[in-house]
């Protein structure tokens, strides 16, 4: 799923901009605004870090790039536009943002471009723009409609839960299902990657923590610096590439004559891949549809701004009752009119959301892993002391998978999270 973070906070030195003082940016995206015609987004891919400044300013920093003196801009856009501009007060704004690189032939220390490496560099615009051309997408929907048209005439191609346990040991079946994801959600997140780099903006795959969930994900936020037309490639690319590898599968092993074994495990591939997509559809956390959504509502931050406002409504449920404070403060009410609603709106949808997926693994979840990993030390014991040695193995390969998910979620939790325990340290 794409992960779109803010952009890093970047320790740059504090700049003294002159009226006299020529200066240098770095490579720098400026764009029109999808919405505010009289607004342009600003940002460095290299980083992350966009934001949105009046239109007036795209010319300042165009001037300013062609090496002409701070007073000099100040008085073009007096001119041209009759408006009063502290370019110098400007200046030293962006360089907080790392986006000034020289003033005055100096170079600011710590604005070099050490930015985010986006995974394979060596892989550009031109390498992998065909994959999103027209062609493709005929050859996308030809096999997809082919395998939909398969199997709805063969019923029994439909997957079925029985797919998942191909063979008698449950372990083996878990670990051969695990590795089954890892490459399925591999290749998902790199679908993530090509899309963007389609588009000309770096991008980087990780860990990271959904509520209970561990993901892997796709940072591109690079990509604010791309209009919001186009950004939907991105978004989708993923369950794009999902549905096809479901369709391959699926005509493989309706038209292929293969094996009783090879037939089994491309059914539980199918299932575990067609198990992966309705996940996305959890808009309440960030999956791929939920930055769908946010775009056609047209959102900056609608997750972020959701969750705040369910904090605002929870702490304004317990106001009453607390001896002091200051009364809550709407943190929606800044907001524009229609991105107001959309948060408010949606952040019914993560509370709710949130309240039942953490009550279900609580209930069911949690106690099904822990009986699974409880069942399978006993298995172990009994194999220690004359018990069947072959599901003593197979309740090892459980825990091993299970257990070692269980722990990288915990360890990337605390790493995402970190700021949490300082703080109670502290």
Known sequence: MPGLRAGRSVSVQAVEVGAASIVRFHALVVRPDDDDPDAIIVGRPDLGEFVELPSVCGEVIRLLGEGRRVEDVEAAIAAEHDVELDVAAFVEALSDLAFVAEVDGRLLSGSEPAAVAGHFARVTERHVRWVFTKPMKLLWLAVVAAASVTVLTRGDLLPRHQDFFWSDYTGLSVLVNTAFFSVLASVHEMMHLIAARSLGAPARIGLSTRLHYLVVQTDVTAIWGVPRRRRYRVYLAGMASDVFLIAVMSLAVA???????????????TLTALLSLPLQALIYMRTDLYFVLR????????????????????????????????????PTAELPAHERRAVRIYALALGVGSSITLTVFAFYGAPIVVSALTHALAAIWNGFHGGPLLTAVDAALLILVEGGLQLLFLVTFVRGHRHWFHRRRS
């Open 255 to 269: 038209f292929l004559p293969l094996p009783d074994l090879a037939v089994a495990l491309l059914r539980a591939f």
């Open 295 to 330: 775009d056609l509502l047209r959102c900056k931050d609608l997750f972020g701004d959701g969750l705040g406002y369910v904090r605002h409504l929870l702490a304004r449920a317990v106001f009453p009752f607390r001896k002091r404070g200051s009364p809550v403060t709407d």
